[in-house]
């Protein structure tokens, strides 16, 4: 792949910092390698994440998803983030709403630490709960929240993936044939925890998102709408409980 002079720059200035070779870098760049996992960083929102091969490597769409987020949230409430990953959507959040509490959960162990290590750095742990297991299986029954989002695999088996991708872990990729399978488990249970009026929004693939669509309303979720992203596709799915 082509490596763009700001990437080259970036590269650059981490090889004189880490004192890495930085043609050696450059190929690694070059064959794909995402940059983040290369300087162990990503920029997200307004936060600077520690990022490695764990975690996805956090993109703007999800950037786009808390923006949307912030416009509609209330000044104080209580929040979940399903599949936190490097923790990049709860800890923006937090970082934007001061009087907001969060809980993260996340089913990949390693990916959990590198989150709680990303709210340390930020001076978020206080705010920031982290529990490990898989989607609502890591709450105790009866939690409720204000809001629930989240950015879960959303990728069928058999649909391609950039390069970059191909580096990154599979579990949080993949969601079945038809990249639902991770979303028909969430769906299920959205409205036992989140409180009346509170909101639901996750982030989709374009290709999914009509049948993601008659998933939620089949749940239950009657406000269920498809949103598109700032490029025009359908990318998220939003929901307000009645």
Known sequence: MIVSEREE???REFAEKSGEDFNALLKKRESGYPL??????QPFHEIELKITPDVLVPRPETEEMVERILKEAKPAGIGLDLGCGSGAIALALAHALPEWAFTATDISKKALELAKENAKDLGLDQRVAFRLGSWFEALPEGETYDLIVTNPPYVGNTEEIDLGATYEPKIALFAGPDGLDCY????LKVKDYLKSGGLFMGECGP???QSLLK???EAGLK?????KDYSGRDRFIRAVKD
Not at 36 to 41: R, T
């Open 9 to 11: 720059l970036w590269l």
């Open 36 to 41: 983040a996992y290369i300087i162990g960083s």
């Open 184 to 187: 028909r488990l969430i769906l």
């Open 207 to 209: 290709y999914h998102a």
């Open 215 to 217: 998933l939620a309303k």
């Open 223 to 227: 406000s269920a709408e498809i949103l």
